[in-house]
Structure formats: C-alpha cells, structure tokens
Nanobody, 126 residues
Framework: QSQLVESGGGLVQPGGSLRLACVTS????????VGWFRQAPGKEREGVAC????????NYADSAKGRFTVSRDNAANTAYLQMNNLNPEDAGMYYC???????????????????WGPGPPVPVSS
C-alpha cells in the first residue's frame, strides 16, 4: 500500500502550469525532507526539486530553476510542486519521496531518497 500519493498531473499546452501535490496519511511529514522526481521514457530518473523538513532549504534541478516552486504545508501533511512555463522537455512521470535526511549539495539525487513506493506516479505532458 502506497504511503505517498501524488496528484495534479495532466496535459497542458506549452507555457502552461500544473501544481502537483504529495500527501500521506501514514506518517507525519514534519520531520521528513521531500523530493520530487521525474522519469521520461528512455531517460534516467531526475531529481527536480527537494525541500527540507522545515522548508528552510530548497534545491532545484537546473532545468527547474525559475519555473518550478516546491513548498510544503506540514499541517496538511502535504508537499507541492508548482510548475510554470512547462515545455515538452518537462514531460514524464512525476513522483515524490520522503526521507529523514536532506541531501548534501545543491541537487536532489534520487539515490538520496528511498525508492518511490507503489503509489502511482502522475503523468505530466506538454
């Protein structure tokens, strides 16, 4: 049974926006860093953005800087990924994952987060 559930994906016109949500009812996200990842067909998984447990530290992939915003509402046990000015290169399956440790450095390597669970990823296409 999935512990993190993503929602908000869809098909948008180039230049459009989507807001993804990642929610769990299985545990409190308060102490967990949350990462957003995507995988496009034929490509490796990529860390798009990640946010520390308090929201004080945020990293973005270079491709996401200036267009995507990661945030969280611990009271709602939810993290968000606001994606603006989407382009076809942003297409893929998007996942969220949570870990007690925020990765060192300026990026969000998938290896720093536990493998995404069985929760269905959300497709994004533009």
């Amino acid at each position: 049974q999935s512990q993190l559930v993503e929602s908000g994906g869809g098909l948008v016109q180039p230049g459009g926006s989507l807001r993804l949500a990642c929610v769990t009812s299985a545990f409190s996200l308060d102490y967990y860093a949350v990462g957003w990842f995507r995988q496009a067909p034929g490509k490796e998984r990529e860390g798009v953005a990640c946010i520390s447990s308090t929201g004080a530290t945020i990293n973005y992939a270079d491709s996401a800087k200036g267009r995507f915003t990661v945030s969280r509402d611990n009271a709602a046990n939810t993290a968000y990924l606001q994606m603006n000015n989407l382009n076809p290169e942003d297409a893929g399956m998007y996942y969220c994952a949570a870990d007690l440790w925020f990765p060192d450095g300026e990026h969000c390597p998938p290896a720093a987060f536990p493998p995404w669970g069985p929760g269905p990823p959300v497709p994004v296409s533009s």
